[in-house]
């Protein structure tokens, strides 16, 4: 290698000893094989739309709110070790310096690495520039993998009229084919390109969707930090080995690397997400992105991705869009996703260091309720607070979209069923509840009344106890003695609730304030679009009103006192939090006081939230929503005030005022529940 301290050589046993001996070497690595952490082939399209009409990935990362500030990643140069990159999908084009061009130019350079192949010369000479070769517009020829990867952080959306995107679409990307099976030499071997090229292509950061098990080798370590050292910001998948405990990627946890677990659409974390140690300060991931159901660029000749399109992509891409475009799952998939957050933040502000960049990522996620650190780190990414922080705007913080007076309602759709897939696809929930809780009520809904046993439900508890389930074979978490609950015929909906507050976020699962509650739907035959509804029901325990100068008044009382301090988050009706406020310290037994509105807005939720010490939402105590009565009611009151008011300042606000609120009439719900929100 010309960068790294190391030699890739192809020998015998025999001559180990003699190698061994040599004057400067340390020590001696099989060259052994790696694993990619995709489920390209999986079927589960669960966003809530069939087929999915827009890249939801990006709206639950704020990305697109990052994009109407002007930063898309240009000017950072994101490289991938992976399969390799079909560069003549016209979502992402090349533009290589010996002339070879396609639109939209963002692969700058696809080589395909040697060093898995046994090259060899007839005499020992210097061989590494035969380990490399350059501008090749496809070398992701029979997996798919590398070129969804690619996709995924810059993809243009050019083959679907600009639905699915990735994340930095004027990022520019070098592409490193590692093979179809990759090897440690191909690894070393790319992270030495990578290095040796950096300033050529001005290369920022390399996402890594790939990893190990067992104890990480030296070698690729020390090269994992040399990218690190030399100014390089190296993102690395969690692994795809979860639910378990202690089953990260050992490539991703060290202090140097940032390590990226897969979460849901509705920022929860998928089951197959690796997780860490309980309490070990190095053992987790550092953030999450989505890893589940994102529509990414396809490999024209990759056998792994392209011969599935016809049925795992079915009934989820839109038809015209599916020769360039898969459904990409796993590890593999958010590790991208995060790694395209990361060139925005540098194309907002390129001075970052690896170190800096990992610590504003981190500093800025939203938090995933009803998860540890040892499992979601510090919580989903969130661009537009990463990209603000960065620019010292500050950031918001944000939490999962709530309803009125603490109940929540999640809903996912998916497209279900299918000859040949029936047993081997479901659509997956993810629920975070907390202490407190009345009851939990999961409803699973299809459009055609149902044949006998062609639907069924599972339930899970927080520490995946089944709850509610049916004895088969298609789950191994599943056993007997439990409900059943499946169709007998003709039904279009099946439905279960968990009543017993004390057991909500804490049955099977000891001393935990929280807790993320799993619903699995199966459908066993013809396949049509399924959905799952959760209500989540807490007692209404803080009040709060509209006084008559537009404030909302709070009280709230605790015998004893506080278990943590009392929040208010405020919220928009699509679930945006744009401030969290202390309203109460811990130990207090009772609080009241006004939530100021400014005149020239309409504060549309608030909701009241007890958190510990670290931050976590541990029980929800109550809600307002701004109702279209109560801003009518509002709206009659400065009437009256400007038929007596003199003052041209008073006159000024007032007016100010009314028209917020006619603004906000345009929005408002009826009633305090708000409309269900995909």
């Known amino acids: 290698m010309t960068r790294l301290p190391m030699i890739l050589s192809y020998t015998n046993y025999g001559s180990l000893s003699r190698i061994a001996s040599y004057p400067g070497v340390t020590s001696l690595w099989s060259n052994r094989q790696l694993t990619y952490y995709g489920n390209a082939q999986t079927v589960t399209h669960s966003y809530g739309e069939v087929p999915t009409a827009h890249s939801w990935w990006n709206d639950v990362m704020h990305v697109i709110d990052v994009w109407n500030t002007g930063d898309q990643g240009q000017g950072v140069t994101v490289a991938l070790i992976d399969a390799g990159i079909d560069a003549t999908n016209p979502s992402l084009g090349y533009s290589f310096s010996n002339g070879l061009a396609q639109a939209p130019y963002r692969v700058v350079q696809n080589v395909k690495v040697l060093a898995g192949t046994g090259v060899v010369t007839g005499s020992p000479t210097d061989n590494v520039t035969n380990l490399y070769v350059e501008n090749q517009p496809n070398t992701d020829t029979s997996s798919g993998h590398g070129t969804s990867t690619a996709g995924a952080v810059g993809g243009t959306g050019d083959g679907s009229n600009g639905i699915y995107k990735g994340v930095a679409p004027r990022a520019n990307i070098v592409g490193l084919g590692a093979g179809d099976v990759e090897f440690i ?21 390399v996402s890594n969707s790939y990893g190990t098990t067992g104890s990480a080798d030296t070698p690729t370590l020390i090269a994992i930090q040399a990218a690190h050292d030399a100014g390089i910001a190296v993102f690395f998948a969690a692994g795809n080995s979860g639910p378990g405990s202690n089953t990260l990627n050992p490539y991703a946890t060290p202090s140097y690397v940032i390590d990226v677990g897969a979460g849901t659409q509705e920022k929860g974390l998928t089951e197959f997400s ?109 661009a537009l607070s990463a990209v603000r922080t960065a620019l010292g705007q500050g950031a918001h913080s944000s939490a999962s979209k709530v309803q009125a007076f603490g109940d929540q309602r999640f809903v996912f759709t998916e497209f279900l069923g299918g000859a040949g897939a029936a047993t081997a696809v479901w659509l997956g929930s993810s629920t975070p509840v907390y202490q407190g809780a009345l009851s939990l009520t999961f409803k699973a809904s299809w459009a055609i009344p149902a044949l006998p046993r062609q639907w069924r439900m599972e339930i899970y508890a927080p520490n995946d106890h089944v709850i509610a ?102 919220e928009t009706y699509d679930g945006r939090v744009l401030a969290t406020t202390l309203i109460g310290a811990s130990g207090a037994a009772t609080i009241s006081g006004d939530i100021m509105q400014p005149v020239n807005s309409v504060i549309s939720v608030v909701q009241i939230v007890v958190v510990d010490g670290n931050g976590n939402i541990v029980e929800t105590r109550g809600g307002w929503v701004t109702t279209q009565a109560d801003l009518n009611s509002r709206a009659g009151q400065i009437q009256q005030l400007l038929l007596t008011t003199t003052s041209p300042t008073q006159i000024t606000a007032l007016q100010t005022e009314q028209s917020a609120i006619q603004a906000a009439l345009l929005t408002a719900p009826l009633t305090e529940n708000l409309p269900v929100l995909p």
């Open 469 to 570: 389930a049916c004895a088969s074979l298609t789950s191994g978490k599943l056993s007997l003695g439990v409900p059943c609950i499946r169709t007998n015929g003709t039904e279009t909906s099946l439905s279960f609730q968990v009543n017993n507050a004390s057991l909500i976020s804490g049955l099977n699962n000891p001393g935990k304030t929280s807790g993320t509650w799993d619903v699995i739907l199966l459908n066993f035959d013809a396949g049509e679009a399924g959905t799952i509804t959760v209500d989540v029901n807490y007692p209404v325990k803080s009040h709060q009103t509209m006084n008559n100068a537009h404030d909302l008044a709070v009280s709230d009382s605790q015998q004893g006192g506080l278990q943590g301090q009392e929040e208010s988050l405020l």
């Open 185 to 205: 030499f191909f690894a070393i071997a790319s992270f030495d390109y990578i290095i040796a090229n950096q300033a050529r292509y001005n290369i920022r950061i």
């Open 274 to 382: 690796s997780r860490g140690i309980s309490g070990d300060p190095v053992q987790h991931p550092d953030i999450v992105a989505p890893g589940i159901n994102v529509i990414t660029t396809k490999a024209s000749t990759g056998a792994f991705d392209g011969a599935l399109s016809a049925t795992a992509d079915q009934g989820n891409i839109a038809s015209p869009y599916m020769p360039y475009y898969t459904t990409f799952d796993g590890t593999s998939c958010a590790t991208p996703l995060a790694a395209g957050v990361g060139a925005l933040v540098l194309s907002a502000n390129p001075s970052l260091n690896p170190d800096q960049l990992k610590a504003l990522l981190t500093q800025t996620t939203d938090p995933m309720l009803g998860y540890l650190p040892f499992q979601v780190g510090t919580g989903h990414v969130n």
